[in-house]
Every structure is written in structure tokens, then in C-alpha cells.
């Protein structure tokens, strides 16, 4: 999530890079809203914004405010995973 970026697109999203490749997704139902995946990691980037989309949600409240925000695991580090 970029903050400078919450302009840009008017609708709550983030974006995740993969191998040179990413993707822009609404937080509500995690659509797309720009770019592409390949189906194993857009399938992966979705389960951890399931997990996460509270976190996103106020993440992007703070960005639209211009207010600082923390940012969210990673979803290699995330041991929810295994």
C-alpha cells in the first residue's frame, strides 16, 4: 500500500508484486482492480488478504488521512501459511 497512491485510485486497495509481475486489489472483495498474477500466487496474495483485510481496510483509512500506518506481514513471513 502506498500512501501517496490513495488519489491515484479512489477505491480502498493494495498492491502485491510477484517475479517482476503485480497486481492491484480492491480491499472489499479483493477483485482486481489492475494488473495480473499468476493464478497460484493471485490465489495466494487473496488468502492473505482474507486473513488480513481488517488490517487493510484501517491501513488505508490512515493513508487517506495522510496519517502513517504499519505496515502488514509480508506473505512469506506470515506463518499462518504452513
Keep these: 500500500m502506498y500512501s501517496s497512491d490513495t488519489g491515484r485510485h ?3 486497495h493494495f498492491h502485491a ?3 517482476e509481475r503485480g497486481v492491484v486489489l480492491r480491499i472489499p472483495d479483493l477483485a482486481i482492480l489492475a494488473g495480473s498474477l499468476e493464478p497460484r ?3 495466494r496474495v487473496r488468502k ?3 486473513r488480513h483485510q481488517k488490517q ?3 491501513c488505508w483509512d490512515k ?3 495522510s496519517r502513517p500506518f504499519t ?3 509480508h506473505p512469506d513471513s ?3 501459511d504452513n
Design 71 to 73: 505496515p502488514i506481514t
Design 56 to 58: 487493510l481496510k484501517a
Design 10 to 12: 479512489s477505491e480502498p
Design 78 to 80: 506470515d506463518d499462518t
Design 17 to 19: 508484486d510477484h517475479a
Design 63 to 65: 493513508a487517506a488521512a
Design 41 to 43: 500466487d493471485l490465489k
Design 48 to 50: 492473505w488478504a482474507e
